[in-house]
């Protein structure tokens, strides 16, 4: 018996993805990785592009903490749920559980670095068995300084400010991908709206 699928005149249909600002698409039921240093802010964009309550995992001895005002022009405050785990070990353990659940759209880990591919594996399983409970498909974000480089994940995307006088601009990678090649874009606010134009890689 053939190993191989036959073929089929039937199109390829792109996975289902949460969607941002137009072109940015990150396939759900799986674990993605957000690298650079505006992350938060690319995980807040995504976060109001997704509907429903986020669950946001942050160590509780993060230096840092989410700006309230940052926050409530991304999402409204009402949809976080905040998880502040006192161990390292309990930080990628609530992420895995949140997925398995099924029950929240988006879980956002902040990791003080990018994790092996083990527990990243175990991160997909999980998401797919969150899907599996049909409440809905979850997608993993995971937040990690500097370039990033979490083994296994579905996607890996870099963000850093650009910032000018009078003007917010950040420059957003996709630097790896399973099913895309990689690619960068212009990120501007106008006025309180924010869109996005091609750039050249590199």
């Known amino acids: 018996m053939s190993l191989h699928p036959p073929l089929t005149r039937t199109p390829h249909r792109a ?3 949460l ?20 992350r938060h802010m690319l995980a807040l964009v995504l976060a109001g592009a997704a509907s429903g309550p986020v669950i946001w995992i942050q160590p509780a ?9 940052t926050l409530a022009e ?9 998880v502040t785990p ?3 070990e309990d930080l990628l353990w609530s992420m895995e559980e949140a997925l398995r659940a099924g029950v929240v759209p ?4 902040e990791l003080p670095e990018p994790p092996p591919l083990t527990p990243v594996r175990r991160l997909h399983l999980a998401a797919e068995a969150g899907a599996a409970t049909g409440h809905g498909l979850p997608l993993g974000l995971i937040l990690t300084p500097g370039p990033g480089g979490a083994a296994g994940v579905e996607t890996r995307w870099h963000m850093a400010p650009r910032h000018a006088p009078g003007r917010s601009e950040w420059r957003l990678e996709r630097r790896r991908a399973r099913n895309a090649p990689p690619a960068a874009w212009q990120l501007r606010e106008t006025g309180g ?5 091609r750039a050249a890689m590199g």
């Open 61 to 69: 001895w993060a230096p840092g903490r989410l700006y309230p005002d």
């Open 193 to 197: 709206q924010l869109a996005l134009s």
């Open 19 to 38: 969607t941002a600002l137009g072109e940015i698409a990150l396939p759900l039921a799986r674990a993605h990785e957000l690298c650079g240093p505006a």
């Open 15 to 17: 996975p289902p993805a």
């Open 106 to 109: 988006l879980v956002v880990a």
């Open 86 to 88: 006192k161990r390292a």
């Open 74 to 82: 991304r999402i409204a405050p009402g949809r976080l749920i905040l």
